[in-house]
């Protein structure tokens, strides 16, 4: 196998959009279980933007490339004795990976062979690249952590995002009843796709909104929030409900200390009884249950080819990262974004 020359985006220091560069690197073989893979199509999340303004928890040190998750092509593979290649993970094949580390930004990546998932045949991998870290998010927040039955009543904070709307599309298959929490002046028709009825923050509290629709309170309550809000919304659950937390937002510059002043408030509501307290970690999740985390990729993928909770996408080549930054950042992007590399 010969070297390969590719070009990446790299964060280089902490900053705004203009810190992305485009670099050139040289990609060696691949170890024994991994593969060379060219990246069709990166998924942009706001933990990207996060991680490139030095704001992120797991992503402290430049430089670095930002992205966890992508769909691309196999190139080459090594293979690994000791653990043979999943079913359909070959040199040609179409996949999509949510990465444990960033680096989606690229040309190519080299990534263990258990974390490609093969495409449904004619997939098309820029709608791929938008699935795995949202989706997988929802489904950790639904079902491991959520534990939830059809009928079931939640509050999604920031229903209009790309978790959000994951959780509404995934939300709405499993027959929940679905509150969500957002301003964006489009947000009540693309909520109500898949029934979530909007809470418009900036008119409305939700606890008193809730308190007067579910006097029972609800059964689970999806926060990305942190601060005021996890109290709030612990006090909107009904008994036996939970309160997962995903993320962490936070005022610019310190969200670091945002974040773990969020985790300590949600240890502490942990102590209280009657009611369940969760983190969601989904790259923790990931590392730790190999064939859980293939299955459940595999299983989106699929959905989202069949059409029903396919995100809609808004596409931009790799070397336009910075003005999609940009976008993301004053929300006046359309939908998920992905960086493409043509594919």
């Not at 485009?22 to 706001?46: C, Q, Y």
């Not at 929940?176 to 979530?196: C, F, H, I, K, Q």
């Not at 809730?210 to 612990?234: C, I, M, N, S, T």
Request: charged letters at 20%; aromatic letters at 4%.
């Amino acid at each position: 196998m010969t070297d390969i020359s590719f070009r990446k985006t790299v964060v280089e220091r902490f900053g705004g959009p203009e810190v992305l560069r485009t670099v050139r690197a040289t990609l060696p073989a691949p170890p024994p279980g991994h593969a060379r893979v060219k990246v069709l199509a990166a998924g942009v999340g706001m933990t990207d933007l996060m991680a490139r303004s030095g704001d992120y928890l797991l992503q402290r040190r430049t430089p670095f490339t930002p992205g966890y998750e992508l769909a691309g092509e196999i190139v080459d593979v090594t293979p690994d004795p000791a653990a043979p290649a999943p079913a359909g993970v070959r040199p040609g094949a179409r996949v999509a990976a949510a990465m444990t580390r960033m680096g989606g930004y690229a040309e190519y990546v080299v990534l263990p062979l258990w974390q490609l998932v093969p495409l449904p045949d004619g997939m098309d991998p820029h709608v791929a690249a938008a699935v795995p870290l949202d989706q997988l998010t929802a489904v950790s927040l639904l079902d491991t952590h959520g534990r939830l039955r059809r009928g079931d009543t939640v509050l999604i904070q920031g229903a209009n995002g790309g978790v959000g709307r994951a959780v509404g599309a995934l939300g709405a298959a499993r027959g929940l009843r679905m509150y969500g929490t957002a301003s964006a002046p489009d947000a009540r028709e693309a909520l109500a796709r898949n029934g979530v009825e909007l809470i418009d923050y900036r008119r409305e509290d939700f606890e008193a909104v809730l308190g007067e629709r579910e006097p029972g309170g609800v059964q689970a309550v999806f926060d990305h929030l942190g601060g005021d809000a996890l109290r709030k919304g612990y006090r909107v659950l009904a008994p036996g409900g939970v309160l997962v937390s995903y993320a962490a937002s936070g005022r610019p510059g310190h969200m670091v200390g945002d974040t773990l002043r969020a985790a300590a408030r949600l240890t502490l509501l942990r102590l209280r009884p009657g009611r369940r307290t969760a983190l969601a970690m989904v790259p923790r999740e990931i590392r730790a249950d190999h064939d859980r985390y293939r299955s459940a990729l595999a299983g989106l993928l699929a959905g989202a080819h069949a059409g029903g909770t396919a995100p809609r996408i808004t596409a931009a080549p790799l070397a336009e990262a910075p003005s999609v930054h940009e976008a993301l950042a004053h929300r006046t992007l359309a939908g998920k974004a992905v960086l493409t590399n043509g594919g």
